[in-house]
């Protein structure tokens, strides 16, 4: 399973040339398992919201035609996702990573700090390349 970080998704659904090819090619595969945590869908909404991101459609209607999956954490997970240690500002990469961490699955993301900071904790795939 592949957990889509903020950036990935809102590049892949603008068709952003950040998103790297060899991330594009792994999106479009149809054996790839992807999802998105609901966190990270209430912090594209928190951007949308104060203007700090522009989507020329619902979020939703990306979600459906690509069959990502929405994984909302329970409160048990989210109290153990709050364990996890980063130094690392970003309260939803902390979650996204102990999330990853948690479920074993593999994080999706163009964040620098966060590559390098969670890469011994998760599988990191940069979507620049």
Not at 8 to 37: H, N, V
Not at 92 to 102: H, I, Q, Y
């Amino acid at each position: 399973m592949i957990l889509l970080d903020a950036d990935a998704i809102i590049w892949w659904m603008g068709g952003d040339k950040r998103l790297g090819p060899k991330a594009k090619e792994l999106l479009s595969q149809p054996d790839t398992s992807l999802t998105i945590s609901l966190l990270t869908l209430f912090e594209i909404e928190l951007k949308r919201r104060i203007n700090k991101l522009d989507l020329r459609s619902p979020i939703s209607k990306f979600l459906d035609e690509f069959e990502i999956e929405v994984y909302s954490p329970t409160a048990s997970e989210l109290a153990n996702i709050m364990h996890v240690k980063l130094n690392h500002s970003d309260p939803f990469d902390c979650a996204l990573v102990g999330l990853a961490k948690l479920k074993d699955w593999a994080v999706l993301t163009s964040d620098d700090p966060l590559r390098i900071m969670a890469s011994n904790l998760v599988t990191i795939i940069d979507s620049n390349k």
